[in-house]
């Protein structure tokens, strides 16, 4: 827990509209086991300064109105599409004495041997990984060091990692978290670049083909005879009328 920080919040209606002007605060919500929703709005700068530090895997505190101190974690965040700023905010209040559950981000360190020296290419399988423990034994990140991968038979997995044995993994511990693949010879190079040739001609052939002239022809033939035929009973329409 990074007690040191602490984020302010201010309480807010419900379907009040923000200002279009108001770019300095965004809208968030408050809620947890056993406690009514609470709507807040919290300054954009004072927000991503903490979520740089906490992700959603720290527990930190969220000042009410400057007295009410609850702990939370960033449960999530909305960003812009556009310009990626923040625009929406959940806060998840926690028990100190009850377990939860939480994504924490992996951090990769290190330098693998066979991508250095035998020009492989490393392959991260999993960017997080949901944990249970109290949330002060939530860990910031869980760090793997890659360097450990000296040959393209070596893998890094789950139940590799280091981790305190007050935090449970909840992913199967047989789970690949990296390795290193071996880089194509040329052959296989020259391969590749084959099929993909192959491929988009094949998407070509499908978009740009056309018709055969035997196809045309039978059609325009039978776009005439049944022009004909239509005049020849409007013909004999018309005669009768007379």
Do not use: W
């Not at 296989?188 to 045309?216: H, N």
């Amino acid at each position: 827990m990074t007690s040191a920080l602490i984020l302010d919040a201010t309480k807010r209606e419900k379907n009040k509209k923000k200002s279009k002007r108001d770019k300095e605060t965004i809208p968030a919500v408050l809620y947890g086991k056993g406690i009514e929703n609470i709507l807040v709005r919290i300054k954009n700068k004072d927000f991503q300064d903490i979520y740089s530090q906490v992700g959603e895997s720290t527990v930190f505190k969220l000042s009410l109105e400057g007295k009410d101190e609850r702990n939370v974690i960033v449960k999530e965040a909305q960003r812009d599409i556009l310009d990626g700023r923040p625009i929406h905010a959940d806060f998840y209040q926690v028990r100190m004495d009850e377990e939860i559950e939480a994504m924490v981000e992996v951090e990769f360190i290190g330098e693998a041997p066979t991508v250095k020296d035998l020009g492989g290419v490393l392959v991260k399988n999993v960017d997080e990984i949901e944990v249970k423990c109290l949330p002060g034994d939530l860990p910031p990140k869980i760090v793997v060091d890659v360097s450990r991968l000296k040959t393209f038979d070596d893998y890094i997995y789950v139940k590799d990692l280091k981790i305190s044995k007050k935090v449970e993994l909840l992913i199967d511990p047989e789970t690949v978290v990296a390795m290193v693949s071996p880089p194509r010879s040329e052959e296989e190079l020259a391969e590749l670049e084959t099929e993909v040739k192959e491929d988009v001609a094949q998407v070509e052939g499908v978009v740009k083909e056309e018709k055969p002239e035997e196809e045309k022809g039978a059609e325009a033939e039978a776009k005439e005879e049944k022009e004909g035929k239509e005049k020849e009973e409007k013909g004999k329409e018309d005669e009768k009328k007379q």
